[in-house]
């Protein structure tokens, strides 16, 4: 009987070692199952392309462009492609009145959207069908402020003039799937004098600030003569353009 204790002990080794080898064995889904969502290949996203970008105005809208207005095109992502960029109005009739000096007024507001020259196509790269009041807005003791967009350097700037009051314009950069604002500038003038200039970069935090101190010459004699104060702000996040419901509401 003690002879045969080596042989039983090892058909017990072999008989565990196959027990656990099949524990092992992946087991498979039967064909008539659903396959979870976790063990599906991952597809590939396509984009659709379009020739025209006409294609890309929503229903409701129509490409905006005063007399007199360039087309907007420039490298954006740094593809060496010209990128394009254009505004587009509404057409809700319930949005026209009549004004008792200036006749009939569209009050629609106005939308941007961007699209990447990729070639054979574009893409949109964002859009915001509704940030910018219209052109027809009361402008207080001036005119509405005029809009103009441009590209400069691989970045959207969108400006604003207000006459011989000043200007101010958001600098925007395309980052994280969108474009975020990462400066804001602005001169505040009375007549040719100017009296503030800000000008705030919001990728280091900083703002420079420029009192004129000849803020009160009549502007025959002027002499240009700037007090610079720099302070650090803070900024919890950088606003994407897509997600700014209206440029007038914005403070800095």
């Not at 020739?51 to 060496?80: C, H, R, T, W």
């Not at 790269?125 to 402008?139: D, H, I, L, P, R």
């Not at 002027?222 to 897509?242: A, C, G």
Request: hydrophobic letters at 30%; a negative charge; proline letters at 4%.
């Amino acid at each position: 009987m003690k002879q045969n204790i080596p042989v039983l002990l090892a058909i017990l080794f072999l008989t565990s070692c196959n027990s656990k080898t099949e524990e092992k064995k992946p087991q498979l889904i039967p064909k008539d199952e659903k396959v979870p969502d976790i063990l599906k290949p991952k597809e590939t996203e396509v984009v659709q392309l379009k020739k025209d970008i006409a294609d890309f105005i929503p229903a409701g809208y129509v490409l905006y462009k005063e007399e007199g207005m360039e087309d907007i095109k420039g490298d954006l992502n740094g593809d060496s492609l010209e990128d394009v960029v254009f505004l587009i109005k509404g057409t809700d009739k319930t949005k026209f009145f009549d004004h008792e000096y200036r006749g009939k007024l569209d009050r629609n507001r106005r939308g941007i959207i961007i699209l990447y020259n990729r070639g054979d196509g574009y893409e949109l790269a964002t859009k915001n069908y509704n940030c910018f009041s219209s052109e027809n807005e009361e402008g207080g003791v001036y005119y509405a402020p005029e809009l103009w967009l441009a590209v400069e350097k691989g970045n959207l700037k969108i400006n604003y003039a207000h006459g011989r009051y000043g200007s101010w314009s958001y600098t925007f950069r395309h980052k994280n799937g969108d474009f975020e604002m990462i400066g804001y500038d602005s001169d505040y003038n009375r007549g040719p004098v100017p009296q503030t200039i800000t000008s705030i970069n919001l990728l280091t935090k900083k703002k420079l600030t420029r009192d004129n101190l000849n803020k009160d010459d009549d502007g025959e004699n002027y002499v240009e003569n700037f007090k610079d104060t720099w302070e650090t702000i803070k900024v919890d996040r950088l606003l994407k353009l897509s997600e700014i419901k209206d440029f007038d509401e914005l403070e800095f």
